[in-house]
């Protein structure tokens, strides 16, 4: 199963919200759209969704238009939290499945292994409202899911997390990925973003900066990213030939290179004089490299 | 289960098992009680009252306190004493008020009432009434008729037969008829007033509390914005039904257990001398209200970011809604002016004051069917131009004046 994106636009008058995106999410993997706010994620998922029509280009699923795909093959997580206030978890949940063309007697036995996995089996009977808010969110996410999907769309499903329900909620995605469902999901959360995603699309005011794998993005750069720790000063280090910045990270330095070859003259003259504790040599983070890419856009 | 079915059974019993709506239906129902109960509560209060104590002072030498009749508010005596005397009674409390009757240019009757303290306006104007018929009593004894002749001036009544002599015309409603109609009328605009005004709020903060919440896009992204629209209408509609149902049932309950059956009977009265066309009219016109008014109370909920803005919203229909059943006030009296003819065809308005027009009025009933259809054709292309923008509506989170939504709604709709 693949979802395809090809040349797809949408234009609101004056306002360019989503200009010329081209990606490809298939089965068995987890596909992240990044991006600023306001920078189109929410647009493109409403069109994959069908809530608005696109401008121009098309949304297919297994080649043909996204409009054949049953609605009750997509799991929707909205950035913002819908949940009824007065309704039960349980009737909550019960309400969604249904929504999505389960019967009822499936989906009490999912509800209830879904919140023992995420906890919550004391809270079936408890008012939504009063539920914490990483709870709700978790609530949220099973009511997205419930259903299993075919396609599942998580806008910013880590927001309000603690780090222990946001390896709880990870677990849970990477299970549906390996049962063959098509992720997407949009997070300011880089760190998640590298941790969970194999292809990447950046999006900065509707434009596509870079689509494909995160590995070949990170190789677009090389490996510039160096650590090191001994017994150096800034200065010294500063100096080194292809070094364009250095900071003091705790207890090591970082340094960034301009081009991956720099590192070999600086491995031998920072170990001429003997033994050092650190010297490591990697990619850049997908953050700073969602940084030079926003950057890079605005010189 | 159908998602419509689905929605339209989430929306309804949501709502049922809402502890508001148990407090509402509780409110009305002891609003209908205290209709049916009326004669023994207000006993409650007047019993405590004494009739009012007057004494007369007739000068007159004519026996002109004679005319005066006590009844159980007003408790008239002749008095034996000079008028220095009865005027201090007054002072000490003794009587409420002294009547001073004497002649007028030698043969009309002068009335002067002295009291401590100004009268309650009721007892003012039963006294003036009275003041009234012995003066005319007054005036036919200085005629010096006979008893008789006397008798037969106050007893006359003449009856107004009304006959149409066209042979196309319809035949007229007396006026009986008409005053029946008139207060049949009155109360299912009063009714229709009562519910849209609670409902339209119910619906509006629904859908924009589910726009709000998100709830609306994961809705429309399983089902189609046609479908939340009218599972949203319907369950507020089949919601205020129930209650309307809750409320007559026991409406009949009351009617026919207090008071032993009294209000039963005047019911009964009533209702037969309504003819079946005009109940149809009337129940027609209340039920499309209600559709009408719930329709534009989702939409508009639709167009608002916050539930908080729903009150503002809203504010043009209710003031549409309160210029309707002032005007059906205003043809209590007077079902024939203009201002009520024009009203009843705009569909805003028609389901409350139509009603009237058909019952009090000798209108042809092609009119009522035609004011029917309009208000029916405004539903309908409502709702066909509500599906245009709906979709874009609970997408949109913008600011700015509806006509501004409205189109940007479109826009995204397209």
Known sequence: ?299 | MSKFMLLFSQSYTSKLKAKSFYITTLIMLIGVACFFLWPTISGWFATADKPLSIVIVDQTKENAASYFNSNKKISFKTSNHSLKEEENQVLKGKTDALLLLSLKNGDQLNAELQTKKPLELNNQQMLEQQVQSASQLFTIQQLKLTADQAQRIMNQNVQLSQKVISQAAEKGKTSEEKTTATIVSYAVAFIIYLFVLSYLSIISSEVAAEKDSRIMEIIISSTSPVMHLLSRVSGVLALAMTQFAVLIAAALIMARSFQSGKYWDLLNDLFSSLTAGYTAYAIFFFFFACVLYTLMGAVLGSLVNKVQDVGQAVMPVTMMLMVGFFIAISGMSNPDTLLIKIFSYIPFTASMIMPMRIGATDMSLWQALLSLLILGGTIVGLFLFSLRFYRGSVLTYANGSFIKKIKQAILLSK
């Open chain 1, 1 to 299: 199963m693949t979802l395809t994106i090809e040349h797809l636009s949408k234009r609101f008058q004056e306002f360019v919200a989503v200009d010329n995106l081209n990606f490809t999410a298939k089965q068995g993997e987890i596909f992240g759209l990044i991006g600023q706010n306001g920078a189109g994620k929410t647009t493109t998922f409403r069109m994959i969704l069908n809530l608005i029509a696109p401008t121009s280009g098309a949304i297919k699923w297994e080649g043909e238009s996204v409009h054949t795909l049953n609605r009750d093959w997509i799991g929707y997580l909205p950035e913002e939290r819908g949940l009824y206030p007065k309704m039960t978890v349980g009737d909550q949940l019960l309400f969604f499945g249904q929504l999505r063309g389960k019967s009822k007697r499936t989906l009490i036995l999912e509800i209830n292994e879904w919140l023992e996995r995420f906890e919550l089996t004391d809270k079936r009977k408890v008012l939504t409202e009063t539920l914490s808010k990483g709870n709700q969110q978790k609530v949220q996410l099973i009511a997205s899911l419930i259903h299993k999907p075919r396609l599942l769309i998580l806008d910013e499903p880590f927001s309000g997390l603690d780090p222990v329900n946001a390896g709880l909620l990870k677990n849970a995605i990477i299970a549906l990925k390996n049962q063959g469902t098509v992720i997407i999901f949009s997070s300011h959360r880089m760190d998640h973003v590298e941790e969970l995603c194999d292809h990447i699309c950046l999006l900065k005011r509707g434009k596509s900066l870079f689509s494909g794998a995160i590995i070949d993005l990170k190789k677009q750069y090389g490996k510039v990213n160096l650590t090191v720790r001994g017994p150096f000063m800034t200065s010294d280090l500063s100096g080194l030939p292809g070094v364009i910045s250095v900071s003091e990270e705790k207890d090591m330095y970082r340094l960034i290179l301009s081009h991956e070859d720099d590192a070999r003259p600086i491995f031998k003259t920072l170990t001429q004089d003997g033994f050092i504790e650190r010297f490591s040599l990697d990619y850049l983070s997908l953050e700073e490299l969602f940084k030079r890419k926003v950057a890079g856009e605005n010189v």
